[in-house]
């Protein structure tokens, strides 16, 4: 589907990893709103800061976010008593003076209630206004009322190169905030997570990424957000880049979702092709009499070698478009053409 006021010794630990703060202390304020403009640290774009700079700055920024949900087959009347409760914790940081805040959309997912921890103490409820699963982002909105809301600038992602150093900042507990320093060490990432969906032109960092951390800002060195850390692989850590987070919140702003085309299928790579092993009920594939078995040798006369390579040229698509599919079965090859509908929020089973 991916770590106040510092004394001079800490910034070697810093470096070395991640780091729980000791205290906090106050950034500058600034306007904006998401999708137009964040209005942040009031810093010159040459300027370059030291990790521990970059963590005093960026600290009074990021909130602590927990979120409720009911775990499946819990019922109502179970909810009510505290039962089959399940809590997700997570960490995002303020976008503009209105009260929204962005996070990872993994860490709000199938939520219905969503609390907020700032790091004066103060917590309040949220809503998730938007998300997209498929960049891993939600939006949400408190109300700005006697919060100190301090916005962090969305930076340029774009020139990021393997070996850059980054600060990933977060606030696990929504007591202290903890910091992690470390490298970009890939570019354009792909990864597959829960639900069916790919998450795509990540970033990689060997910076720590701890599970609460997921969806706290990446920074470079000059104080603004490079990346929004999200814990996708216990393995590796990955952050989506700034420059796609900032064309997802113009769509989260004006429609709360990103519309993407879906074509219904997952598959694993085969000798000619993609084989599908799953069509789903109901979905343009199972439209089209697409069937299990079938192995997609093309897209539009693209040939495909793996279901990313598919999806990718599914998403160069619109909802509503129709596409052509060179399929064998059982040894005969032909042509299905399918039309392309809107993806669901959640990719159903089977």
Request: no cysteine; net charge negative.
């Amino acid at each position: 589907m991916t770590r106040r006021q510092l004394a001079v010794p800490m910034v070697a630990a810093l470096v070395g990893g991640a780091v729980t703060a000791a205290g906090m202390v106050a950034g500058t304020t600034g306007n904006g709103a998401t999708g137009r403009q964040q209005g942040l640290l009031a810093i010159d774009s040459g300027e370059r800061f030291s990790a521990s700079e970059l963590y005093e700055r960026a600290a009074p920024s990021v909130v602590s976010i927990s979120a409720r949900s009911v775990q499946p087959g819990a019922s109502a009347f179970q909810a009510d008593t505290g039962s089959e409760i399940g809590v997700s914790s997570g960490s995002g940081f303020v976008l503009d003076e209105d009260g929204r805040v962005l996070t990872n959309a993994h860490v709000v997912s199938g939520a219905t209630a969503v609390q907020v921890t700032f790091p004066d103490g103060q917590i309040v409820q949220a809503q998730v206004i938007g998300k997209d699963e498929e960049t891993d982002l939600a939006v949400l909105r408190v109300s700005p009322e006697r919060l100190d809301l301090r916005p962090l600038e969305l930076g340029d992602s774009d020139t990021l190169q393997p070996g850059d150093r980054v600060v990933v900042v977060g606030n696990p507990s929504g007591l202290q905030a903890t910091a992690g320093t470390g490298r970009i060490s890939g570019v354009g990432r792909r990864v597959e997570v829960a639900g069916g969906y790919f998450v795509d032109g990540l970033l990689e960092t060997d910076a720590v990424i701890e599970p609460a951390t997921s969806g706290g800002p990446v920074l470079g060195p000059d104080g603004r957000v490079v990346g929004i850390a999200s814990r996708l692989d216990d393995d590796a850590g990955f952050a989506v880049p700034a420059d796609v987070a900032r064309g997802v919140l113009a769509e989260l702003e004006e429609s709360h979702k990103v519309i993407r085309p879906w074509i219904g299928i997952r598959g694993r790579a085969a000798a000619a092709g993609v084989e599908v092993v799953d069509v789903h009920a109901g979905g343009p594939a199972e439209d089209a009499s697409l069937q299990r078995g079938d192995v997609v040798e093309s897209i539009d006369g693209v040939a495909v070698r793996t279901l990313a390579g598919l999806l990718s040229e599914v998403d160069r698509h619109a909802v509503g478009d129709t596409v052509e599919l060179v399929v064998t079965r059982a040894g005969s090859r032909g042509n299905v053409t399918v039309r392309l509908e809107e993806r669901p929020a959640t990719i159903p089973a089977g």
